[in-house]
Protein backbone atom coordinates (compact mmCIF):
# COMPACT_ATOMS: atom_id res chain seq x y z
CA UNK A 1 0.00 0.00 0.00
CA UNK A 2 2.57 2.41 0.84
CA UNK A 3 4.27 1.81 -2.50
CA UNK A 4 1.18 2.17 -4.20
CA UNK A 5 0.93 5.85 -2.71
CA UNK A 6 4.26 6.63 -3.37
CA UNK A 7 3.69 5.89 -6.95
CA UNK A 8 0.78 8.21 -6.91
CA UNK A 9 2.28 11.04 -6.03
CA UNK A 10 5.66 10.21 -8.04
CA UNK A 11 3.49 10.22 -10.91
CA UNK A 12 1.51 13.44 -10.10
CA UNK A 13 4.53 15.31 -9.64
CA UNK A 14 5.98 14.24 -12.60
CA UNK A 15 3.18 14.89 -14.38
CA UNK A 16 3.16 18.67 -13.20
CA UNK A 17 6.89 19.17 -13.48
CA UNK A 18 6.31 17.86 -17.41
CA UNK A 19 3.93 20.32 -17.83
CA UNK A 20 5.91 23.41 -16.38
CA UNK A 21 9.05 22.68 -18.38
CA UNK A 22 6.73 22.24 -21.67
CA UNK A 23 5.06 25.86 -20.66
CA UNK A 24 8.89 27.27 -19.82
CA UNK A 25 10.60 26.05 -23.10
CA UNK A 26 7.72 27.43 -25.60
CA UNK A 27 7.86 30.42 -23.56
CA UNK A 28 11.65 31.11 -24.14
CA UNK A 29 11.57 33.16 -26.96
CA UNK A 30 8.46 35.44 -25.30
CA UNK A 31 8.93 38.79 -24.27
CA UNK A 32 5.65 39.54 -22.66
CA UNK A 33 6.24 43.37 -23.06
CA UNK A 34 7.02 42.96 -26.57
CA UNK A 35 5.92 39.87 -28.16
CA UNK A 36 2.10 39.67 -26.42
CA UNK A 37 -1.02 40.01 -28.58
CA UNK A 38 -4.00 42.00 -27.57
CA UNK A 39 -6.09 40.12 -25.04
CA UNK A 40 -9.19 40.49 -27.44
CA UNK A 41 -7.19 39.57 -30.60
CA UNK A 42 -6.28 36.07 -29.28
CA UNK A 43 -7.34 32.68 -31.13
CA UNK A 44 -10.03 31.48 -29.84
CA UNK A 45 -8.78 28.17 -28.16
CA UNK A 46 -6.25 30.54 -26.79
CA UNK A 47 -9.14 32.48 -24.81
CA UNK A 48 -11.15 29.28 -24.23
CA UNK A 49 -7.96 28.07 -21.78
CA UNK A 50 -7.32 30.88 -20.16
CA UNK A 51 -11.28 31.34 -18.95
CA UNK A 52 -10.30 27.46 -18.29
CA UNK A 53 -7.41 28.51 -16.09
CA UNK A 54 -9.46 30.50 -14.56
CA UNK A 55 -12.01 28.18 -13.30
CA UNK A 56 -9.65 25.75 -12.41
CA UNK A 57 -8.09 28.61 -10.06
CA UNK A 58 -10.83 29.36 -8.62
CA UNK A 59 -11.35 25.75 -7.04
CA UNK A 60 -7.54 25.94 -6.22
CA UNK A 61 -8.01 28.95 -3.98
CA UNK A 62 -10.98 27.50 -2.23
CA UNK A 63 -9.54 23.98 -1.27
CA UNK A 64 -6.63 25.88 0.01
CA UNK A 65 -8.73 27.73 1.77
CA UNK A 66 -10.53 24.74 2.94
CA UNK A 67 -7.09 23.12 4.14
CA UNK A 68 -7.87 20.58 1.69
CA UNK A 69 -4.39 19.86 -0.01
CA UNK A 70 -5.54 16.25 -1.39
CA UNK A 71 -8.22 18.61 -3.23
CA UNK A 72 -5.77 21.30 -4.83
CA UNK A 73 -3.38 18.51 -6.20
CA UNK A 74 -6.62 17.00 -7.94
CA UNK A 75 -7.35 19.87 -9.01
CA UNK A 76 -3.86 20.81 -10.78
CA UNK A 77 -2.88 17.27 -11.98
CA UNK A 78 -6.18 16.97 -13.87
CA UNK A 79 -5.95 21.18 -15.12
CA UNK A 80 -2.37 19.24 -16.34
CA UNK A 81 -3.34 16.04 -17.72
CA UNK A 82 -6.57 16.65 -19.41
CA UNK A 83 -7.13 20.03 -20.36
CA UNK A 84 -3.44 21.28 -21.01
CA UNK A 85 -1.95 17.61 -21.90
CA UNK A 86 -4.53 15.79 -23.42
CA UNK A 87 -6.39 18.91 -25.61
CA UNK A 88 -4.79 22.20 -25.43
CA UNK A 89 -1.17 21.71 -25.74
CA UNK A 90 -2.06 18.73 -28.32
CA UNK A 91 -3.55 20.77 -30.40
CA UNK A 92 -1.05 24.19 -30.49
CA UNK A 93 1.90 22.26 -31.46
CA UNK A 94 1.31 22.67 -34.79
CA UNK A 95 1.44 26.19 -34.23
CA UNK A 96 4.05 26.17 -32.20
CA UNK A 97 6.65 24.54 -34.57
CA UNK A 98 5.23 24.99 -38.06
CA UNK A 99 3.58 29.02 -38.47
CA UNK A 100 5.79 32.17 -38.88
CA UNK A 101 8.07 32.57 -35.29
CA UNK A 102 7.05 35.85 -34.92
CA UNK A 103 3.37 35.45 -36.44
CA UNK A 104 0.20 35.51 -34.85
CA UNK A 105 -1.21 31.99 -34.43
CA UNK A 106 2.38 31.49 -32.23
CA UNK A 107 2.64 34.80 -30.50
CA UNK A 108 -1.16 33.74 -29.44
CA UNK A 109 -0.88 30.72 -28.09
CA UNK A 110 2.91 32.35 -26.35
CA UNK A 111 0.55 35.05 -24.79
CA UNK A 112 -1.87 32.06 -23.18
CA UNK A 113 0.86 29.71 -21.96
CA UNK A 114 2.78 33.16 -20.38
CA UNK A 115 -0.69 33.36 -18.45
CA UNK A 116 -1.21 29.90 -17.63
CA UNK A 117 2.70 29.09 -16.60
CA UNK A 118 2.30 32.64 -13.85
CA UNK A 119 -0.64 30.86 -12.15
CA UNK A 120 0.10 27.50 -12.67
CA UNK A 121 3.77 28.21 -10.34
CA UNK A 122 1.45 29.85 -7.84
CA UNK A 123 -0.65 27.00 -7.09
CA UNK A 124 2.06 24.54 -7.00
CA UNK A 125 4.10 26.81 -4.75
CA UNK A 126 2.56 25.85 -1.23
CA UNK A 127 3.18 22.19 -1.87
CA UNK A 128 6.08 22.02 -4.49
CA UNK A 129 7.92 24.83 -2.94
CA UNK A 130 11.81 24.22 -4.60
CA UNK A 131 10.20 23.33 -8.03
CA UNK A 132 7.83 26.48 -8.23
CA UNK A 133 11.04 29.02 -7.23
CA UNK A 134 13.20 27.04 -10.13
CA UNK A 135 10.39 27.79 -12.38
CA UNK A 136 10.09 31.24 -11.44
CA UNK A 137 13.30 31.54 -11.61
CA UNK A 138 13.14 30.70 -15.04
CA UNK A 139 10.45 32.72 -16.09
CA UNK A 140 11.56 36.15 -14.08
CA UNK A 141 14.98 35.75 -12.59
CA UNK A 142 17.61 34.67 -10.52
CA UNK A 143 16.43 37.60 -8.26
CA UNK A 144 12.86 37.05 -7.51
CA UNK A 145 10.75 35.04 -4.96
CA UNK A 146 7.76 33.83 -5.99
CA UNK A 147 6.49 33.25 -1.92
CA UNK A 148 5.80 37.13 -1.47
CA UNK A 149 3.72 36.57 -5.16
CA UNK A 150 -0.49 36.83 -4.58
CA UNK A 151 -2.76 34.58 -6.47
CA UNK A 152 -2.59 35.82 -10.34
CA UNK A 153 -4.83 38.23 -11.83
CA UNK A 154 -5.86 36.87 -15.33
CA UNK A 155 -6.78 39.20 -17.88
CA UNK A 156 -10.62 40.23 -18.93
CA UNK A 157 -11.48 39.81 -22.61
CA UNK A 158 -14.50 40.04 -24.82
CA UNK A 159 -16.24 37.00 -25.23
CA UNK A 160 -14.90 34.87 -28.44
CA UNK A 161 -17.32 33.64 -30.85
CA UNK A 162 -16.80 30.04 -29.91
CA UNK A 163 -18.42 29.97 -26.60
CA UNK A 164 -17.16 27.64 -23.36
CA UNK A 165 -20.20 25.45 -24.62
CA UNK A 166 -19.26 25.05 -28.08
CA UNK A 167 -15.89 23.84 -26.98
CA UNK A 168 -17.47 21.29 -24.70
CA UNK A 169 -19.14 19.63 -27.28
CA UNK A 170 -16.20 20.39 -29.36
CA UNK A 171 -13.73 18.11 -27.07
CA UNK A 172 -16.41 15.55 -26.85
CA UNK A 173 -16.30 15.28 -30.77
CA UNK A 174 -12.60 15.06 -30.39
CA UNK A 175 -12.19 12.12 -27.87
CA UNK A 176 -14.66 10.21 -30.27
CA UNK A 177 -12.56 10.67 -33.24
CA UNK A 178 -9.41 9.66 -31.40
CA UNK A 179 -11.06 6.72 -30.55
CA UNK A 180 -11.97 6.17 -33.82
CA UNK A 181 -8.14 6.97 -35.08
CA UNK A 182 -7.02 4.81 -32.31
CA UNK A 183 -9.40 1.40 -34.03
CA UNK A 184 -8.05 2.62 -37.30
CA UNK A 185 -4.88 2.84 -36.76
CA UNK A 186 -5.26 -0.60 -34.84
CA UNK A 187 -6.79 -2.14 -38.26
CA UNK A 188 -3.75 -0.75 -40.54
CA UNK A 189 -5.93 1.58 -42.36
CA UNK A 190 -3.45 4.47 -41.00
CA UNK A 191 -0.91 4.98 -39.38
CA UNK A 192 -0.70 8.41 -37.07
CA UNK A 193 -3.35 11.04 -36.69
CA UNK A 194 -1.67 12.92 -39.67
CA UNK A 195 -2.50 9.94 -41.79
CA UNK A 196 -6.19 10.41 -41.46
CA UNK A 197 -9.08 11.70 -43.08
CA UNK A 198 -12.01 12.32 -41.27
CA UNK A 199 -15.75 12.84 -41.78
CA UNK A 200 -18.15 13.97 -38.98
CA UNK A 201 -21.63 13.41 -39.54
CA UNK A 202 -23.43 15.62 -36.85
CA UNK A 203 -26.98 17.66 -36.62
CA UNK A 204 -28.13 20.13 -33.76
CA UNK A 205 -25.58 21.76 -31.50
CA UNK A 206 -23.20 19.32 -32.32
CA UNK A 207 -23.53 20.49 -35.70
CA UNK A 208 -23.57 24.20 -34.90
CA UNK A 209 -20.28 24.04 -32.54
CA UNK A 210 -18.07 21.97 -35.12
CA UNK A 211 -19.27 24.11 -37.56
CA UNK A 212 -17.61 27.89 -36.24
CA UNK A 213 -14.43 26.00 -36.50
CA UNK A 214 -14.54 25.96 -40.51
CA UNK A 215 -11.43 25.14 -42.17
CA UNK A 216 -9.38 25.08 -38.68
CA UNK A 217 -11.55 21.88 -37.46
CA UNK A 218 -8.38 19.47 -38.97
CA UNK A 219 -6.20 21.66 -36.35
CA UNK A 220 -8.27 20.57 -33.33
CA UNK A 221 -8.17 16.96 -34.72
CA UNK A 222 -4.90 16.90 -35.43
CA UNK A 223 -5.78 15.01 -38.74
CA UNK A 224 -4.42 15.99 -42.68
CA UNK A 225 -8.13 16.92 -43.16
CA UNK A 226 -11.68 17.16 -41.61
CA UNK A 227 -14.81 17.66 -43.15
CA UNK A 228 -18.11 18.35 -41.38
CA UNK A 229 -21.53 16.79 -43.29
CA UNK A 230 -25.31 16.69 -42.54
CA UNK A 231 -26.45 13.67 -40.61
CA UNK A 232 -28.78 13.11 -43.08
CA UNK A 233 -25.44 12.17 -45.02
CA UNK A 234 -23.91 9.61 -42.75
CA UNK A 235 -23.40 6.09 -44.05
CA UNK A 236 -26.81 3.82 -43.98
CA UNK A 237 -24.64 1.16 -41.84
CA UNK A 238 -23.30 3.49 -39.29
CA UNK A 239 -21.48 0.50 -37.52
CA UNK A 240 -20.16 -1.01 -40.74
CA UNK A 241 -16.07 -1.49 -41.08
CA UNK A 242 -14.58 -2.29 -44.04
CA UNK A 243 -11.08 -1.54 -45.35
CA UNK A 244 -11.24 1.88 -46.15
CA UNK A 245 -13.75 2.84 -43.53
CA UNK A 246 -14.17 3.00 -39.95
CA UNK A 247 -18.26 4.63 -39.55
CA UNK A 248 -20.19 4.79 -35.88
CA UNK A 249 -22.01 6.31 -34.14
CA UNK A 250 -22.82 8.06 -30.40
CA UNK A 251 -26.54 8.71 -30.16
CA UNK A 252 -25.50 10.46 -26.41
CA UNK A 253 -23.66 13.41 -28.94
CA UNK A 254 -25.56 12.81 -31.94
CA UNK A 255 -22.59 12.53 -33.92
CA UNK A 256 -20.95 10.23 -36.26
CA UNK A 257 -17.16 9.44 -37.21
CA UNK A 258 -16.00 7.98 -39.92
CA UNK A 259 -12.23 7.85 -40.79
CA UNK A 260 -10.06 6.62 -43.77
CA UNK A 261 -6.61 7.20 -45.29
CA UNK A 262 -5.88 10.71 -45.91
CA UNK A 263 -4.86 11.35 -50.15
CA UNK A 264 -2.33 13.12 -51.02
CA UNK A 265 1.11 13.81 -50.40
CA UNK A 266 3.03 14.58 -47.33
CA UNK A 267 4.41 18.12 -46.81
CA UNK A 268 7.89 16.89 -45.32
CA UNK A 269 7.79 20.11 -43.18
CA UNK A 270 4.32 19.93 -41.30
CA UNK A 271 3.91 16.34 -41.89
CA UNK A 272 0.07 16.79 -43.08
CA UNK A 273 -0.82 14.64 -46.33
CA UNK A 274 -2.24 17.42 -49.08
CA UNK A 275 -3.32 17.69 -52.17
CA UNK A 276 -1.33 21.09 -52.98
CA UNK A 277 2.12 19.81 -52.02
CA UNK A 278 4.39 21.89 -54.83
CA UNK A 279 1.91 24.16 -55.85
CA UNK A 280 5.26 26.48 -55.34
CA UNK A 281 7.69 25.78 -57.84
CA UNK A 282 10.61 27.22 -55.19
CA UNK A 283 9.25 25.14 -52.78
CA UNK A 284 8.54 21.38 -54.26
CA UNK A 285 8.03 19.80 -51.42
CA UNK A 286 6.04 21.68 -49.29
CA UNK A 287 2.29 22.58 -49.10
CA UNK A 288 0.72 25.93 -49.75
CA UNK A 289 0.56 26.52 -45.80
CA UNK A 290 3.81 26.06 -45.53
CA UNK A 291 5.05 28.17 -48.26
CA UNK A 292 2.91 30.81 -46.49
CA UNK A 293 4.85 30.48 -43.54
CA UNK A 294 8.65 29.93 -45.12
CA UNK A 295 8.20 32.80 -47.66
CA UNK A 296 4.79 34.53 -47.47
CA UNK A 297 2.91 36.63 -44.90
CA UNK A 298 2.27 33.89 -42.42
CA UNK A 299 -1.12 32.02 -42.25
CA UNK A 300 -3.69 33.57 -39.43
CA UNK A 301 -5.65 31.52 -37.69
CA UNK A 302 -8.98 32.36 -35.70
CA UNK A 303 -10.08 29.76 -33.60
CA UNK A 304 -7.58 27.09 -33.42
Known sequence: AGKTVFKGAIDMYRRIRNTLRFLLANTDDFDPATNS???????????FI???AQTVQAQIISAYDAMD????????TAFCSQDLGSFYLDIIKDRQYTTQTDGQPRRSAQTAIYHIVQALIRWIT????????????????????????EWY????????????????????AKDMVNKHIETARGEKIINANLSADVNLYADGAMHESLAKLGEELRFVLITSSATLKP??????DKTSTDEQTDASTDESVDLVVNVSA????????????????????AHPELCARCVTNVSGDGEVRHYA
Open 37 to 47: VDINELVSLDK
Open 50 to 52: IER
Open 69 to 76: FHQVTQHI
Open 126 to 149: PILSFTAQEAWEVLHGADNYVFTE
Open 153 to 172: TFPEFELSAISNDDWQRIML
Open 231 to 236: MSDAPA
Open 262 to 281: AAGTKCVRCWHIRDDIGTDS
